[in-house]
């Protein structure tokens, strides 16, 4: 049963103002977000963003992000510390829920990054731990892109394709405003004319991180990876790597990079069975 709302408190799609103040809450709790992230997806989906408010100011909030009704993910869930710990946030949460539920297809995976100690409480509302996606911080190191093509190079539709095989629903328009900031990186490797692998690197409030970074092979990851770096070289870097993904842990080992976060990837729903395998890099613990 969904919790309810104390008088005066109510549930509403954010402004524009809310999802900045959002915005700066992530980076409170050093979630370290991309400049760009939440900006890009509030674009795309704006009616994803959820705020709940007392007495019209914005106390908590989060997004439930709809691709097209084919896939949903939930993220960005924060209470402000001054209304922690009275039931809003279980309120809060259960609401997006059964909003973001009714946002996608009943037969749709809706997915979601949480933090490890909120795990038990997702599972009683009726996801499942898929596996654990793990943060890796390093400095980039010196060198050079070893010749990586920007993304552009293959045209917008071959790299919806290649991404596609990745993910759980289509989301060119989602992937379009991910890589048109001029500061964001993007890179493919190409063989015998076809993607083997992209990888996409952007600013974030401190240093840039990598996501997404897709690979056919462990060699075709590393590359991508290392010369995505060189070209923000002596800066900190972040990547998100899937623990089912054993070569992509020997490559940040390899790079030097320390274990600093780690979130629990959980579906409610159909699970996706995404080829981790082949995700060295995940696009966002907020989006998916």
């Known amino acids: 049963m969904t919790p309810s709302l104390p008088p005066g408190h109510e549930f509403g799609t954010m402004t524009?103002?809310?999802v900045r103040e959002l915005v700066g809450w992530a980076a409170a709790e050093s979630w370290n977000p991309g400049r760009h992230d939440v900006a890009v997806a509030h674009r795309v989906d704006p009616e994803a963003f959820i705020a709940l408010r007392r007495g019209g100011r914005m106390i908590g909030g989060?997004?439930?992000?709809?691709?097209?009704?084919?896939?949903?993910f939930m993220g960005l869930f924060i209470m402000h510390p001054d209304h922690r710990g009275h039931g809003l946030g279980a309120a809060l949460w259960h609401h997006r829920l059964a909003l973001m539920r009714a946002r996608v297809r009943p037969d749709a995976a809706v997915?979601?990054?949480g933090v490890f100690r909120m795990a038990p409480f997702y599972a009683r509302g009726g996801f499942v731990?898929?596996?654990?996606d793990l943060r890796f911080d390093g400095i980039a190191p010196e060198g050079d892109d070893d010749g990586l093509l920007p993304a552009e190079a293959v045209g917008f539709d071959a790299l919806v394709r290649y991404?596609?095989?990745h993910v759980a629903a289509p989301r060119p328009a989602f992937l379009r405003g991910w890589i048109a900031p001029d500061d964001v990186h993007a890179a493919v490797v190409v063989e015998s004319d076809q993607v083997v692998g992209m990888a996409?690197?952007?600013?974030?409030r401190d240093g840039h991180r990598f996501g997404p970074v897709h690979a056919d092979r462990p060699d075709v990851a590393e590359r991508l990876i290392r010369g995505l770096m060189s070209r923000v070289a002596g800066q900190s870097v972040q990547i998100d790597v899937p623990e089912p993904?054993?070569?992509?842990?020997?490559i940040v080992a390899r790079l030097g990079m320390t274990e600093s976060f780690g979130c629990a990837r959980m579906y409610h729903g159909p699970d996706p069975q995404l080829p981790v395998d082949r995700i060295y890099g995940v696009t966002s613990f907020e989006f998916g």
Not at 245 to 250: E, K, P, S, T, V
């Open 245 to 250: 993904n054993a070569a992509g842990l020997d």
């Open 111 to 113: 997915g979601m990054d």
């Open 163 to 165: 991404d596609r095989r």
């Open 16 to 18: 524009d103002t809310e």
């Open 62 to 72: 989060g997004s439930v992000f709809s691709y097209d009704g084919a896939f949903g």
């Open 200 to 204: 996409v690197l952007r600013p974030c």
């Open 129 to 132: 731990l898929a596996y654990r």
